[in-house]
């Protein structure tokens, strides 16, 4: 996993082989984003089609809660929501179900779209705070 911060408050999540960033690296990039103090929306995207993330290890995920559970409040206040982009429209309707789980661990919204130019608008939207359809 990669997070490019270049496009602030847009900052884009990728999930590629070639371009890992260290775990240590992922929360000193999250860290970072929410010291700015300003709101931000996070666009997930894969870079290359068969990319896949491994699994976290139990200790990884144990420090990803501990983490999420120890910035909360300004996940909560800061993050506007998260938009993954899926193209296929069958995986995007199996992606719903895990994004309400997400949605609750993380503390804001997990929105889909179809491509990078939605991914945009409904960005756009979020830091407008304008209403944005599931």
Known sequence: M??????FPVVWMHHAKDDDQSEGAIFTAFDALLDR???VVIIGSKRSED???EKDSPAERK???LWIKQN???LRTLVRGMVQIEPSATKRMALK???VM?????????L???SKEEALTVASRLLAEQPVAP
């Open 51 to 53: 990319a896949q993330r």
């Open 97 to 99: 179900g895990f994004l």
């Open 112 to 114: 889909l779209a179809a």
């Open 102 to 110: 997400a949605e609750k661990i993380w503390g804001y919204p997990m």
């Open 2 to 7: 990669f997070i490019e911060s270049s496009d």
């Open 72 to 74: 909360k409040k300004r």
């Open 63 to 65: 420090r990803l809660m």
């Open 37 to 39: 103090a300003k709101p």
